[in-house]
């Protein structure tokens, strides 16, 4: 007989709550990943989150001030060629 077993949902019913907002705007109500804040979805599961440093910042060196001296001394080189060929 399906559903005369009683379920032991003590833990999980007074577990603490993810919280985080949901896509409806209302707050999730899955229980929380021990330790965390947040449900397994939510950036509880492990290797979640932000990597270690901000890989975003990393330069890539287009605007750095070697780069910007040689990119003015193309445009000059190109302008000394232009007056020269409109002179010739």
Not at 48 to 76: I, W
């Amino acid at each position: 007989m399906a559903g005369t077993h009683k379920r032991n949902t003590k833990a999980m019913c007074s577990s603490l709550r993810c919280g985080a907002k949901t896509r409806k705007g209302t707050a999730c109500q899955a229980p929380a990943v021990t330790g965390k804040k947040r449900c397994r979805m939510h950036g509880g599961a492990k290797g979640s989150g932000a990597p270690v440093g901000n890989q975003n910042a990393l330069k890539h060196g287009m605007y750095t001030g070697e780069v910007l001296a040689f990119q003015e001394h193309v445009r000059e080189l190109l302008r000394e060629g232009k007056k020269m060929i409109e002179d010739f």
